[in-house]
């Protein structure tokens, strides 16, 4: 029987426990054990951002009940630190002492929330969000929040600033780019977000550039900005993400901004592979690398790996696509785009339900979608397919983009 180690507790390690029970009872034998530094089975984490901490009484939402994982005779090894991976004996031992061995070894270890760079982590009220446990600590310190700092206009913080501002909280955001998102999402989109958070009476300052952390007896004051400083008694930093790759860079397994692997989700090592927002791995189709922080990279990259624990020699080909919940706003993306793409709107902004179709080209690359969830589906299905309508037709919003998908 083969041994499986399963490292983290995020959206990919359920994915693969799942992916192997379906493995188990297709009738492929494994032992499976999973260690997680968290005390919870794994959970779904977009709502820590908005629910979660909005709401006093919510609770945590497992992916899958801790019964599944008995059922299934899956150990959970939980509040569990592996400290060192022995390559040669293929095993892994963890903090409390215990040592397990493995035949498999998968890296689910995720990523880590950036740090300010200067401001101590103990200081009071200084926050950011990657777990249940900071999203508990959060939720805490908002309620009791008037004034509010977000620094860094990305998802999560655009999330929280949304659920902070609907909770009746002053917010200010501030961005270092000279717009929002202006990595993931076109300048007509940004600019509908900013539009909409400053109605909603968010403060938006772009181009910020953000001094000093005001600290007064251990607890944040305000920030120190060159426009001049703001009061708070909160701030949530949301300035990135870096891969959790000190495990596998111990261990002599190549990385860079991630852990390295090819298209089967292999590392360095062939026994142990590696899959979720840790890994950098090829894009299908574009010629590079690239590291992806989403649930669908996390559970369809799960499923490439437990294909190749499995002997099937099928590569990760899925194509990427995100969501983002701000306030009213839905924001979906299919797709990835370079900032060169074209870019052709389909409908008004100013409606409210819009989207972006962005080609390279002359093919159809990404679509981002605002409160359209089913331009969001259509183009899921045109870039799958590999069908790319041409822009006139498809930007006009009388003609469902459905209606460009092939029939089955």
């Not at 188990?24 to 901490?53: D, F, N």
């Not at 902070?164 to 989109?189: C, F, H, I, N, Y």
């Not at 559970?299 to 009213?328: C, H, M, V």
Request: net charge neutral; glycine share 10%; hydrophobic share 45%.
């Amino acid at each position: 029987m083969k041994r499986i180690v399963i490292i983290g507790g995020g959206h990919a390690t359920a994915q693969l426990c799942a992916s192997l029970v379906e493995a188990k009872q297709a009738g492929q034998e494994y032992e499976v054990a999973v260690v997680s530094a968290e005390t919870e089975v794994p959970y779904q984490r977009p709502p820590l951002s908005k629910a979660y901490i909005k709401t006093p009484d919510a609770m945590l939402t497992p992916i899958r009940a801790r019964a599944y994982y008995d059922e299934h005779g899956i150990a959970l090894h939980l509040g569990e630190i592996a400290v060192s991976i022995d390559r040669a004996a293929r095993s892994v031992a963890l903090a409390s002492g215990k040592t397990l061995a493995y035949n498999w070894l998968i890296l689910a270890t995720g990523s880590r929330a950036r740090k300010l760079p200067g401001v101590p982590d103990a200081t009071q009220d200084l926050h950011y969000l990657r777990n249940a446990a900071e999203a508990a600590a959060l939720r805490a310190a908002l309620n009791a929040a008037n004034k509010v700092v977000v620094v860094g206009g990305g998802f999560i913080g655009l999330e929280v600033a949304a659920t902070a501002r609907g909770l009746g909280k002053d917010v200010l955001v501030l961005e270092s780019a000279p717009r929002l998102l202006a990595r993931a999402l076109s300048p007509e989109m940004s600019g509908f977000l900013l539009q909409t958070h400053c109605a909603a009476g968010i403060e938006v300052c772009l181009n910020a550039r953000l001094e000093k952390v005001l600290i007064e007896g251990g607890k944040v004051t305000g920030v120190a900005e060159a426009g001049g400083d703001a009061a708070a008694d909160l701030i949530l930093a949301g300035i990135g993400a870096e891969p959790e790759i000190t495990l596998a860079k111990e261990s002599g397994l190549e990385t860079g901004n991630g852990i390295v692997v090819d298209a089967h989700m292999r590392t360095s090592d062939p026994q142990i592979l590696a899959v979720g927002d840790c890994t950098l791995f090829p894009l299908h189709g574009a010629g590079c690398s690239i590291r992806l922080e989403s649930v669908q990279n996390a559970n369809d990259q799960a499923r490439t790996a437990i294909a190749t624990i499995g002997g099937k020699k099928t590569p990760y080909t899925a194509l990427p696509w995100f969501w983002s919940e701000q306030g009213a706003v839905r924001v979906q993306i299919a797709g990835l785009a370079g900032p060169n793409a074209t870019r052709h709107l389909r409908g008004d902004p100013a409606s409210g339900k819009f989207s972006v179709l962005l080609y390279e080209n002359g093919k159809l690359a990404a679509v981002e979608s605002a409160n359209l969830p089913d331009d969001h589906l259509a183009a899921r299905k045109l870039l799958e397919s590999g069908v790319s309508p041409a822009p006139e037709a498809a930007s006009n919003p009388a003609t469902a983009l459905k209606d460009f998908v092939p029939a089955a």
